[in-house]
């Protein structure tokens, strides 16, 4: 029997956890990140030096806890994506896209970048665990979408139950 009980306690515990495995950064290495960029902590002489530069302070700001650090890492990934590359480097701009927008919380556009970097690499590891990570918090989501408006119309209910009982 508490098995069973061990068993139900940890389904619903796993609704709530957030099965987020990315890594995060701190204002350390973004600092490092954005010095690299500006081209004062690292000599950069070439042009792809300087996007590779540009593409490490991006992924350090999509994985920073702060979210004002997320969104300007989503800003200069949509600016790189718009600008173009090969197929490899389309793919780690989605990705890093799709990660940004999962901790901004925007799971459904989260999704689309996701989908559209496994399209050009279907056996993408890293894409194949984020998406995985992003349908079960849309999931989550839902459920509990769907457990506050039960509550919701039972209180609502009540309330309507309560307020005849009492003209009675």
Known sequence: MSDKFSGIMESVGSIFRSGDYLPWTDSDII?????EAAGQWAEVTKDSDK???IMRLS???VHSRQAADVQRGIAMLE???NN???PLQRKEI???LAVGHFRAGDYTRSRRYIEQALQIAPDFRQALTLKKSIEDKITKDGVIGIGIA???VGLVAGS???ALARKK
Not at 31 to 35: G, L, P, Q
């Open 31 to 35: 600092a490092n990140c954005e010095r």
């Open 51 to 53: 996007k590779e530069s």
């Open 59 to 61: 992924w350090a700001l």
């Open 79 to 81: 600016v790189a994506l």
């Open 84 to 86: 173009g590359g090969g």
């Open 94 to 96: 989605l990705y890093l």
């Open 150 to 152: 039960a509550t919701a």
């Open 160 to 162: 309507l139950a309560a």
